[in-house]
């Protein structure tokens, strides 16, 4: 499966939602239903918890084909 541009071959994005450890439940139900609508509309939508090594972790997911990254944290950041 060779990706080009964000799309893998059968046309599908693929997106990883990178979580931080300690997600209240409220946001995390919001962050799981907005996965959820973005799948319906064809995008193949990933969720995990964000390591510590975000870097290396998108280098990975990257690997896989992973192409978009959606970072979610518990507090906003200033």
Excluded: C, H, P, W
Excluded at 27 to 54: C, H, P, T, W, Y
Aim: hydrophobic fraction near 35%.
């Amino acid at each position: 499966m060779m990706e080009q541009g964000g799309r893998v071959e059968d046309g599908t994005v693929r997106k990883a939602y990178l979580v931080e450890k300690g997600m209240d439940s409220a946001r995390f139900s919001q962050i799981m239903k907005q996965a959820m609508d973005e799948r319906r509309a064809g995008v193949q939508v990933l969720v995990s918890q964000m390591n510590k090594n975000k870097k290396f972790q998108k280098e990975q997911l990257g690997k896989e084909g992973y192409t978009e990254f959606v970072e979610f944290y518990r507090e906003a950041l200033k």
